[in-house]
């Protein structure tokens, strides 16, 4: 069975730095890409950036490059997502999701983790 | 940036068919998925391919996509579809973008 379990919610005050997990299993996780997508409270689904755990290779859309580093670790099939200096504007869930392949150029996210909630205040 | 647009609401009465729509450029070039997200849960896929359904999706969900539009519609709509529903798509191979969601009320 294909399961993504991420950690669990975090609070933090502006300006501290946090890094969030998200461990694939029941697949082969290094040959998958794993997005992360944020929901601000209220709103809609935002593709961040994601990785492909086999070589690392990461790629970002550009409102997130720079704000956040998506990483991963293959030997324990796991990808991180970090802040260096978080704010308030931060505060979200935050889900990953693998990428599954479907032939040519046919992508779906079919498996998604449960969330990790992220509040961030002073 | 590539931009998909979806209405933001849509109410249905239970047994009709709702018809939630997408639209970007040339979105009928690119391949589109559906989502569904109930209230307190995490997204699950609906549709992908513009119109296969995933083991496990009843048959009811289908999908369509030409020119500048896709389209999921739910036929025999039922209490428990009551959703929030985003279409997503791909800017190149590995950019991915989301509709803006459109919550769909059974009542």
């Known amino acids: 069975e294909v399961q993504l379990v991420q950690s669990g919610a975090e609070v933090k005050k502006p300006g501290e730095s946090l890094k969030i997990s998200c461990k694939g299993s029941g697949y082969n996780v290094a040959d998958h890409w794993i997005a992360w997508v944020r929901q601000m409270p209220g709103k809609g689904l935002e593709w961040m950036g994601m990785?492909?755990?086999?070589?690392?290779?990461?790629r970002y859309i550009p409102s997130f490059q720079g704000q956040v580093t998506i990483s991963a670790d293959r030997s324990t099939s796991t990808a991180y997502l970090q802040w260096s200096s978080l704010k308030a504007s931060d505060t979200a869930m935050y889900y990953c999701?693998?990428?599954?392949?479907?032939?040519?150029?046919?992508?779906?996210?079919?498996?998604w983790g449960q969330g990790t909630m992220v509040t961030v205040s002073s | 940036s590539y931009e998909l647009t979806q209405p933001p609401s849509l109410s249905v009465s239970p047994g009709q068919t709702a018809t939630i729509t997408c639209s970007g450029h040339n979105l009928g070039d690119n391949y589109v998925c559906w989502y569904q997200q109930r209230p307190g849960q995490s997204p699950i896929l609906v549709i992908y391919?513009?119109?296969r359904r995933p083991s496990g999706i009843p048959e009811r969900f289908s999908g369509s996509s030409s020119g500048n539009t896709a389209t999921l519609t739910i036929s025999g709509t039922q209490a428990l579809d009551e959703s929030d529903y985003y279409c997503?798509?791909?800017?190149?191979?590995?950019?991915?973008?989301f509709g803006g969601g459109t919550k769909l009320t059974v009542l």
């Open positions: 990785i492909y755990p086999a070589d690392s290779d990461t």
């Open positions: 997503q798509a791909w800017d190149g191979l590995t950019s991915g973008v």
């Open positions: 391919q513009n119109n």
């Open positions: 999701a693998r990428r599954g392949f479907y032939g040519g150029h046919s992508f779906a996210f079919d498996f």
